[in-house]
């Protein structure tokens, strides 16, 4: 089976990430798209974090309807910060027979230079890449490896979300309908 991995906090899954997830399995050649949840982005600051497991339920609340879309808590119990050539590792090793791809949007190929073991991850998997506003293209990216793709552009980020159930907004359109039902009766964010 072709699989793509998106790997993100998902702090929490919002309806940019569901639409980008559904879009890149809908109109390629992937199987599977599955959410890989990070207990902690090696540039990112965990304090912020919500607890692990509740992210995860937030992508399965999210994902229910889509038999396609999984949630893996694949890093759950590997060594923090969560790399993820670490991460491909392991999933090689548990899925043998699976063909693994990530998904990434254009803006984090700005950072990726900087991600351990950049290379091999590049050698070794394909990489589809999404539009981002804001997001250009670089010259050292005319990889075969990365595969540039189509897909809608919303821009909305989980810490807009966090930021306006803060501020007691109401921001029901920007999350999957079980999600905003989970997080307006729950503390998580407030
Ligand atoms: N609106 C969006 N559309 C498409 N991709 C997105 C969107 N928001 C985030 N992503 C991408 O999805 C992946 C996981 O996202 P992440 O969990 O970091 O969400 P985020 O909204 O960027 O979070 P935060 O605001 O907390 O930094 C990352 O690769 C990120 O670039
Ligand atoms: O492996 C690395 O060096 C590396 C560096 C930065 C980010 N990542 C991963 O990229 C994913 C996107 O992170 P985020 O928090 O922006 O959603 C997440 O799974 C991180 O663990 C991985």
Known sequence: MKIGLYFGSFNPIHIGHLVIANHLQQNSDLDEVWFVVSPHNPFK???????????????????????????????????????????LAVLKEKYPDDEFSLIMGMDNLKGFQKWKNHEKILDNYSIYIYPRVGAEPYEWLNHPKFNFVEAPIMEISST????SFKEKKNIRPLLPMKVWEYLDGSSMYK
């Open 160 to 163: 807009f979300i966090r930021n």
């Open 45 to 87: 600051e965990k304090s912020t974090l919500a607890n692990d497991y509740d992210r995860l339920h937030l992508v399965n609340l999210a994902i229910e309807d889509y038999p396609y879309l999984r949630a893996s808590n694949i890093e759950f119990n590997l060594p923090q910060p969560s790399y993820t050539i670490d991460t």
